[in-house]
T-cell receptor, first 109, second 115 residues
Framework: GQNIDQPTEMTATEGAIVQINCTYQ??????LFWYQQHAGEAPTFLSY??LDGLEEKGRFSSFLSRSKGYSYLLLKELQMKDSASYLC??????????WGAGTKLIIKP | DADVTQTPRNRITKTGKRIMLECSQT?????MYWYRQDPGLGLRLIYY???????NKGEISDGYSVSRQAQAKFSLSLESAIPNQTALYFC??????????????FGPGTRLTVL
């Protein structure tokens, strides 16, 4: 079966750095997405990785290792507004998105 | 104006009632999707459509039906609502012409409660 694992909840301090991990086992791979979702709101796109390596976009970076079935989202200089759930999703061989359950990130002052 | 809209935003209904959730988009995208989200679970795909004549079942289609009335409109129906269909429902779109990227854009969601 297809499976995406990410921690259920993480806590970090304002101004710090946090890394959210995602491991996946899917039938095929055509890229990995990270989305941010504030409580009760729609998910919004953060990043897309299809090749191994690190993609940096401002305070957020995303890393992919296809051989390990592993990705992480790195958030720097954390702000209170970064409190949200972070969803990892993999595009499988049928170009369908398979979603992880999300990681709820709590930022403390 | 929002690119992907959903109506209603909130709905409370009773067991056995037929409910329709509507989604409209102005992005000109070919692909449209319906998901449900439950606490502690990821987004689960109900139905998806790659164009007006192409409708496909997703992971959890039982108890649901859809209609793609036009490229811009995709409706989800619950034929006879039951309490375990209480969830947050999202419509999403993506653009086939962008190739394999398939980034999905989400509507604001419909919170459905079945009593």
């Amino acid at each position: 079966g297809q499976n995406i694992d990410q921690p259920t909840e993480m806590t970090a301090t304002e101004g710090a750095i946090v890394q959210i991990n995602c491991t996946y086992q899917t039938s095929g791979f055509n890229g990995l997405f990270w989305y941010q979702q504030h409580a009760g709101e729609a998910p919004t796109f953060l990043s897309y990785n299809v090749l191994d390596g690190l993609e940096e976009k401002g305070r957020f970076s995303s890393f992919l290792s296809r051989s390990k079935g592993y990705s992480y989202l790195l958030l720097k200089e954390l702000q209170m507004k970064d409190s949200a759930s972070y969803l990892c999703a993999v595009l499988d061989s049928n170009y369908q998105l398979i979603w992880g359950a999300g990681t709820k990130l709590i930022i403390k002052p | 104006d929002a690119d992907v809209t959903q109506t209603p935003r909130n709905r409370i209904t009773k067991t056995g009632k037929r409910i329709m959730l509507e989604c409209s988009q102005t992005k000109g995208h070919d692909r449209m999707y319906w998901y449900r989200q439950d606490p502690g679970l990821g987004l689960r795909l109900i139905y998806y459509s790659f164009d007006v004549k192409d409708i496909n079942k997703g992971e959890i289609s039982d108890g649901y039906s859809v209609s793609r009335q036009a490229q811009a409109k995709f409706s989800l129906s619950l034929e006879s609502a039951i309490p375990n269909q209480t969830a947050l429902y999202f419509c999403a779109t993506s653009d086939l012409r962008r190739g394999d990227y398939n980034e999905q854009f989400f509507g604001p969601g419909t919170r459905l409660t079945v009593l």
